[in-house]
């Protein structure tokens, strides 16, 4: 018997019991749809965590003062030290810390921000030039404030997307418009090119900038930094930079004990580490639903073709009494099994892929991987094949005999 026989044999015997076909083929849809899907988001995961992360600007180190054993921005302890413009000023000079490019020393705060009737709540931010490419914040009009701003203290400010479209409408370039920042006045210079919501970050689009000096003198007082973002001068440097800076705040700090100090450093290349170590586990949490899936599937492919050879028990003892060998037998139930787990398995590729243009919230999408869509296909013949060849087998072995005795 030529395989085109065989082929066609199978084929018959498998649209004679469509709907127990169909039935059959729903575990492994489900199970490779799960996995294109799944392997989808955690792809579409990384890359928009990865985005979120680059946003802090290359090579930026971010210090955050913490109490002793406690979280980062936590009240300072009785035995701590805030983070101050001395702490700024020493990390800055050449000579303690040679390989790091610039400083900018940051102070904040959530304070109403009005233009007009419109008013809100934003996170405005006092910082020096070096704050923008120390955070990634680029400036789509006008222009960012500079020295001269800073050692002036003029009131000035550069205002995030949300902020511009909140305050005065949609696409608005409000420059040389003014907000009132808790009834201070300041000039619009410039508007915030639009980053995107940052999932588990704060929004930078609803964010307001200004000298620091103007902060300081406003709003917050002449006391202690929020934070002090440092640049390393490249990325061959920023773990000589990060040495530098717990050397020298260590020194300046009273710091004796590496794990009590009161502040921490965070950078853009720890949270990669983490981000990796994270997504690792997150890919094998992935891999073992799928395989579970895909496992039950390929269950229900056997337990299906050990029913077909039971009820076809009597044919396949005709066709061996008519000179069939044992080979066109095992073929033919190999094809069935093969045709239902690859059809199975290219509906759910097709449906894997659909699920990945569903919209998702915060600019988030899945991305699919090819690997995995030819991984799924491979997978699916192999459980056919696999999953298929006991029964097969058996069927294969019925003797002629005792398969035409069978009720």
Do not use: C, W
Not at 61 to 84: D, E, H, K, W, Y
Not at 249 to 262: A, E, M, Q
């Amino acid at each position: 018997m030529s395989f085109v026989e065989i082929v066609r044999f199978a084929v018959r015997a498998l649209l004679a019991n469509r709907l127990r076909s169909l039935l059959t083929m729903l575990g492994i849809v489900i199970g490779i749809a799960a996995v294109i899907l799944l392997t989808a988001l955690g792809n579409g995961a990384a890359q928009y965590i990865q985005s979120q992360i680059s946003g802090l600007g290359a090579n930026s180190i971010t210090v955050l003062a913490r109490a002793p054993g406690g979280t980062a921005g936590a009240a300072a302890g009785a035995s701590s030290r805030p983070l101050t413009s001395g702490d700024a000023a020493a990390l800055a000079d050449p000579q303690g810390a040679p390989d790091v490019g610039y400083v900018a020393p940051v102070v904040q705060a959530s304070l109403t921000v009005a233009a007009g009737a419109n008013s809100e709540t934003d996170t405005v931010i006092g910082s020096t030039p070096e704050y923008f490419p120390g955070s990634n914040t680029v400036v789509a009009s006008g222009r960012a404030y500079d020295d001269a701003d800073v050692s002036a203290g003029r009131p000035v400010a550069v205002i995030g997307r949300t902020v511009a479209d909140d305050l005065f409408g949609a696409g608005s370039v409000p420059l040389g418009q003014t907000v009132l920042v808790k009834g201070v006045p300041l000039q619009v210079i410039g508007v915030l090119q639009a980053k995107g919501q940052g999932g588990g970050f704060a929004n930078p689009d609803s964010n307001v900038l200004a000298p620091i000096t103007t902060v300081q003198s406003s709003f917050t007082g002449f006391g202690n930094l929020t934070q002090i973002v440092v640049g390393a001068r490249s990325s061959a440097t920023q773990d000589a930079a990060e040495s530098e800076i717990y050397s020298i705040l260590d020194r300046r700090h009273g710091i004796t004990d590496p794990n009590d100090r009161d502040y921490q450093l965070i950078s853009s290349a720890q949270l990669a580490q983490v981000l990796d170590q994270t997504l690792s586990t997150f890919s094998l949490l992935l891999a073992g639903i799928a395989a579970i899936s895909l496992l039950v599937g390929g269950i229900g492919i056997t337990n299906i073709m050990l029913v077909s050879v039971t009820e076809r028990t009597r044919e396949i003892g005709i066709r061996k009494a008519l000179g069939a060998p044992p080979s066109a037998i095992l073929g033919q139930f190999l094809v069935e099994s093969t045709i239902l787990s690859v059809l199975a398995g290219l509906i759910g590729v097709g449906l894997g892929v659909a699920g990945t243009f569903i919209p998702l919230p915060n600019g988030f999408r899945a991305i699919v991987v090819p690997a995995a869509v030819v991984v799924a296909v491979v997978v699916s013949i192999v459980i056919g094949v696999f999953f298929g060849g006991y029964p097969a087998r058996r069927a294969a072995r019925l003797r002629p005999i005792e398969a035409l005795r069978r009720e």
